[in-house]
């Protein structure tokens, strides 16, 4: 079992940019693919960016395509999400999670463990 941990949300003006942190305890994080999801108030958890257990593969959600980079350091347990020309309409709470069996998804189904989020918001 893996425990997941988010860091780097806060307030930022639009156009500014923010990384985000998750740090994973308790379990081969190298072996996981790792998520980025996201919740706004009044909203479903929509997916964000997805990446493979090497790294090698990425994936993102057409309203982040651009200007959201996920990577990860599995030396460090850690995977971050670099947001760049942020927007009012990206202010969520962001949660990484975690799916032991390396496929990864864009579903939340598909992720056994979760962080507990961090609040991003975008001031216009």
């Known amino acids: 079992q893996v425990q997941l941990v988010e860091s780097g949300g806060g307030l930022v003006q639009a156009g500014g940019s923010l990384r985000l942190s998750c740090t994973a305890s308790g379990a081969t994080f190298s072996s996981y693919a790792m998520a980025w999801f996201r919740q706004a108030p009044g909203k479903d958890r929509e997916f964000v960016a997805d990446i493979s257990w090497r790294g090698r593969s990425t994936y993102y959600a057409d309203s982040v395509k651009g200007r959201f980079t996920i990577s990860r350091d599995n030396a460090k347990n850690t995977v971050y999400l670099q947001m760049n020309s942020l927007k009012p309409e990206d202010t969520a709470v962001y949660y990484c999670?975690?799916?032991?069996w390396g496929s990864g998804s864009d579903s939340a189904d598909g992720y056994d463990y979760w962080g507990q989020g961090t609040q991003v918001t975008v001031s216009s």
């Open positions: 999670a975690g799916d032991p």
